[in-house]
């Protein structure tokens, strides 16, 4: 009788947590959708409100085995979705010279960050993190990149956290500078794509150049998603040869089987749901609202781990570094255009 009153104590806490992930996820996107806080984002928002309900009302331990379960499994079901937004096809066919920028403005962002983190001494797993985010995809490449390197889950929030408030400000920046800059729409929207954090700052940004940038600025920042698996592999080998020279470190390096799941929905996506099965866009477009909302309940259950008195010492510095690594990217990418 006890364990049977356990188990369901078990399933209650587990069904009560994900609820709850996805009510602050509502209230998110309530918030999103009012002037000013449309700039920020469902995600963003989100994440916000989970923060400061830690701060204010600790963290919810009750129901902890659904926080775990949506910061744990949904995160991971959303990356393999997100997979859906990357159109191979394009990429190979029209975007080979782009990948190839594309390559240097990741390199450039996770080497410039890694070296002004070490010069400011800041936090080395966040500045990692948060190097990933800005060269290659923000939230997802983060949430990607943790587990292989072992970061703590307040550390994945905090840079999540970061890459929505430095990538929103970027992209409102670029759509004021638009204006006054010698750039044809194609060049504003591949420069877009090329240096800008998320595929919702590049359409923030691109949008107001018309239909041409946005698609260009899309393409671009398609090619930087693209590369988040080859970089992902990279750093689990970087992880494994550390391992293997570490005598006391025992602890096995899981292999991503997610970014299996994300490449087999990329190929799906782009040879498969079309071409051979045709699928309404309203479908796709319903599906793009799952992942968004998988991803935005995941993200609240690592806002739920962040403890700010904790982590304001650590979080500056990797800021202000963040801060100088997207002022140069921004740099360099206007100049390969």
Not at 5 to 27: D, E, M, R
Not at 50 to 71: D, H, N, T
Not at 248 to 263: Q, R, S
Request: net charge positive; charged share 10%.
């Amino acid at each position: 009788m006890f364990g049977l009153q356990l188990k369901q104590y078990k399933v209650l806490s587990w069904l009560l947590g994900v609820v709850f992930t996805f009510a602050i996820a509502g209230i998110g996107y309530v918030l999103a959708l009012l002037p000013g806080f449309d700039r920020v984002g469902q995600m963003a928002c989100a994440i916000i409100i989970a923060v400061v309900f830690r701060q204010l009302f600790g963290y919810p331990r009750a129901i902890q085995r659904g926080i775990k379960f949506s910061s744990f499994v949904l995160l991971r079901v959303a990356i393999v979705l997100y997979g859906l937004k990357l159109n191979i096809t394009i990429i190979f066919n029209e975007g080979l010279g782009l990948l190839l920028r594309d390559a240097c403005i990741v390199a450039l962002a996770i080497i410039v960050m890694l070296s002004l983190a070490k010069l400011f001494k800041a936090d080395k797993m966040i500045s990692l993190l948060v190097g990933v985010g800005t060269g290659i995809c923000g939230a997802a490449a983060i949430a990607a990149i943790a587990p292989i390197v072992k970061a703590k889950e307040e550390d994945t929030a905090i840079g999540v956290g970061m890459i929505a408030l430095v990538g929103t400000v970027f992209a409102i920046g670029y759509t004021m500078l638009a204006p006054v800059l010698s750039l044809t729409p194609v060049q504003y929207g591949t420069w877009s794509g090329m240096s800008l954090h998320e595929l919702a700052h590049v359409a923030v940004a691109a949008a107001p150049a018309g239909n041409e940038a946005m698609a260009l600025g899309l393409l671009t920042k398609l090619g930087r998603v693209f590369l988040l698996v080859p970089v992902a592999f990279i750093f689990m080998y970087l992880m494994k040869r550390k391992q293997s020279s570490t005598e006391n470190d025992t602890t096995k390096i899981p292999f991503p089987w997610f970014l299996i799941g994300f490449i087999i929905m990329s190929i799906i996506g782009s040879y498969v749901l079309g071409p051979m099965i045709p699928v309404a866009s309203n479908v796709m477009n319903s599906v793009s609202t799952l992942t968004t909302w998988l991803l935005t309940a995941a993200m609240v259950g690592l806002g739920l781990n962040v403890n700010l008195a904790d982590l304001r010492q650590r979080a500056f510095k990797p800021l202000m570094a963040m801060l100088i690594t997207s002022i140069i990217v921004s740099g360099i990418a206007y100049l390969l255009v």
